[in-house]
């Protein structure tokens, strides 16, 4: 999986980014900083398996649970 440089957003091909059209894509590694679109959750990439995120997620009290979610779902945060 790979995230635009312009718009931060994940996608799976690493040619062209699927939302913005542009071409300067880097390669979304594990324990990367990401954020869930729509909500205020951020996490770190755990695991990387089809369309498939796993995420590791801290809350305000610090609980730590693993969630997954779609690559459409998530944004790199920076």
Do not use: H, Q, W
């Not at 931060?8 to 990367?32: I, P, Q, T, W």
């Not at 770190?44 to 610090?62: F, P």
Request: include cysteine; hydrophobic fraction near 35%.
């Amino acid at each position: 999986m790979f995230y635009c440089l312009s718009c931060k957003r994940v996608g799976k091909n690493a040619e062209v980014c699927e939302y913005c059209s542009a071409e300067n894509l880097k390669e979304l590694k594990v324990d990367s900083p990401v954020n869930v679109i729509g909500t205020k959750l951020k996490g770190r990439v755990l695991k990387l398996s089809g369309d498939k995120v796993r995420l590791l997620i801290r809350d305000d009290a610090n609980n730590r649970f693993i969630k997954e979610y779609s690559y459409r779902d998530i944004k790199k945060v920076l």
